[in-house]
């Protein structure tokens, strides 16, 4: 018994990493209508230039991903600005053949720049801490962090939604493009705003990446599938639904494992395919929320 309770407990805290993996994936789609191919690569390019940091300024990763994320910011700004908003429009395809192109850049940029080697965030003492929570179980400090992380971007996102100008023009792009931009609203901008945010929230999953498993150049493809997978699951553009997609995901992975070591992988990715069959807009499918 005590075996399956560990499983829910990593399980939920896993979900914590796949919420931070999706979040940005889901301010994209929620704000622009953009599906990104290569966010899963950008998550590795940030983890790299959060390794770069740390590497050459001698800081812990926590300090590095605070110098990190206004680099991204504006990496995320200008990209939007200048190459993706010319591809948005009534047609899907653009976006999806760019995005693609770019995933294939960042990955044999990186593997130009840092070899096929794997590497990972050291941050001394807590990457092994643990709390007990009696009995036999207990939790990495770090998986807990991830987790609260998760919560706290997801209550920031919110905020920035309903309680600023620039959410206000978030969501009536997002409502109605056409009519945003007859009230004034500079579209492009406001996307480009949109992306860099979202880069923010990239650098933040990028660190709990780095420093809860090894990364290397090749690994985006499978961390864009665990956020395609949570944001499907949670229901397209709302932020506390991908937050439970990505406890459901992790939950079905480590109870998966706990029954098979062999299911880990397939136990998610069946439990993405049973909510599909079941609610094919999600769990909570709305608009962001």
Do not use: S
């Given at each position: 018994m005590n075996g399956l309770l560990d499983a829910i407990i990593q399980g939920v805290l896993l979900g914590g990493l796949y919420a931070l993996f999706a979040t940005g994936l889901s301010l994209m789609f929620g704000v622009m209508r953009l599906v990104n191919l290569a966010h899963g690569d950008l998550i590795v390019l940030a983890a790299f230039v959060i390794l770069?940091?740390?590497?050459?300024?001698?800081?812990?990763?926590?300090?590095?991903?605070?110098?990190?994320?206004?680099?991204?910011?504006?990496?995320?700004?200008?990209?939007?600005?200048?190459l993706l908003n010319r591809?948005?429009?009534?047609?899907?395809?653009?976006?999806l053949l760019v995005t693609f192109g770019l995933s294939i850049i960042i990955q044999n940029g990186l593997l130009q720049m840092f070899s096929a080697d794997s590497r990972r965030l050291r941050s001394g003492a807590i990457e092994t801490a643990s709390v007990s929570l009696g009995g036999d179980i207990a939790v990495g400090v770090v998986p807990l962090l991830t987790l609260v992380s998760a919560i706290?971007?997801?209550?920031?996102?919110?905020?920035?939604?309903y309680r600023t100008s620039i959410g206000r023009a978030f969501r009536a792009t997002s409502d109605d493009l056409d009519v945003a931009q007859l009230m004034g609203i500079d579209v492009n901008r406001t996307f480009a705003m949109a992306m860099g945010i979202a880069f923010v929230v990239i650098a933040i999953a990028a660190l709990y990446l780095g420093l809860r498993a090894n990364f290397d150049p090749t690994i985006g493809p499978a961390r864009l599938l665990y956020a395609f997978e949570a944001v499907i699951i949670g229901g397209l553009g709302s932020f506390w639904g991908t937050l439970a997609g990505g406890i459901i995901l992790g939950l079905a992975q480590t109870i998966g494992a706990h029954i098979d070591p062999e299911w880990q992988i397939l136990s998610g990715h069946l439990a993405f395919l049973l909510v599909l069959v079941l609610r094919p807009r999600g769990l909570f499918p709305r608009a962001i929320d």
């Open positions: 770069t940091v740390t590497e050459k300024l001698g800081v812990d990763p926590f300090a590095a991903v605070l110098l990190a994320a206004p680099i991204l910011f504006a990496i995320g700004f200008g990209l939007q600005h200048v591809t948005l429009g009534r047609d899907l395809l653009p976006p706290a971007v997801i209550v920031v996102l919110n905020f920035i939604f």
